[in-house]
């Protein structure tokens, strides 16, 4: 009973970020929100912001921020100094390579906002506008890196594969797939790719939701995720994750991403509700 009452709010959140994504903002309301320099992000503060910043990286200019990448400008680190020159990212420097373009926006407005706490990213990200955010997620959506990732935590990785592609309901756990894609590569904007992340980096971010540290998935599911899994469980699915291949950059990064309201039909969790849940 008490699995079969989650499954069904699981399946309602769900329903939520993935039907609602066409009723976040009108194209009016995007275009205005386009420009500008930083926007007061409060009003996108929603389940589907990554849904939103995915639109503003699909028009933005990724020549304008190589620079910003390559060498930095300014006070501004390059960010391939620590994230690599191919995105790949190492131990607890997360590849970005491949990430969609709206979920890496959203994490850049993050720092921003001290949403997401991290002394390095916060210091980097503040002199970005909103433009450059929006043109630095697109630009590492678009790349193509091979993973660099090994399993490297001693997890176990049967158990990290059972909650990958299975979940554990006796704690209350969906799959992990079942958000981030059939092969851990993510899903349109706000499901990130965990395939071919490095493990440290994987773990961290679980212990941090668990912790509390790290509070900005949408409406809590991550958080709610992380709570039930034990400390061996967060070695065993980093391990497992990182020992997959990456998703192929590109295929997220925003250019084919359907505009507000032409979404294609959900996929899964569908459910009659998704015309009427409130996510404001
Ligand atoms: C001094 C090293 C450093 C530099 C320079 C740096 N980063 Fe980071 N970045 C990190 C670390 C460390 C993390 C992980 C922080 C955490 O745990 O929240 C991170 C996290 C991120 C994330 C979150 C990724 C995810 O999977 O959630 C994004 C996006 C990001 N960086 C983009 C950038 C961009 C774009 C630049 C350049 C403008 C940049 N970083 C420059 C060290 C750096
Ligand atoms: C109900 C949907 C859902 C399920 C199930 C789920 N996730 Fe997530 N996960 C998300 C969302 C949404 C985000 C993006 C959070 C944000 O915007 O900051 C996320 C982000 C993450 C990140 C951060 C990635 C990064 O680059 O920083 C990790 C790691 C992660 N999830 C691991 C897992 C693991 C491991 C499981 C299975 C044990 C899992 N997730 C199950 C929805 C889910």
Redesign the pocket.
Known sequence: MRSFMTRGR?AL??TV?MAGAGLVLSPGQAQEKASGARSDAKSLEK?L??VYYGQAAAQADTQSVEGLIGQGSGDTWACASCHGDRGQGAENV??LAG?PAG?IT??LH?YANRR?LNDNMQYVVEGLTDDQMAALGRYYAEMESPSSARPGLSGDLDRGRE??LQ?DWSLD????????GSSGWGVGQ?????AG?HPS??YN??AS?KSGR?A???IN??H???MA?SEH??RS??DY?ASLPAAPGGRQAGLDTPAPGQLPPVERAASSQQGSADHE
Do not use: E
């Open positions: 699981f959140l769900t970020i389940p912001a990554a997360p590849r990430l979920y959203k994490q993050d997401r909650l990958a979940g756990v969906p799959a992990c797939y079942s958000c981030h706000a499901f990130p790719a965990l992340q980096y994987t971010q679980l939701w790290r900005n998935s949408p599911l991550m709610n995720v992380a899994l469980d967060m699915v980093a994750l």
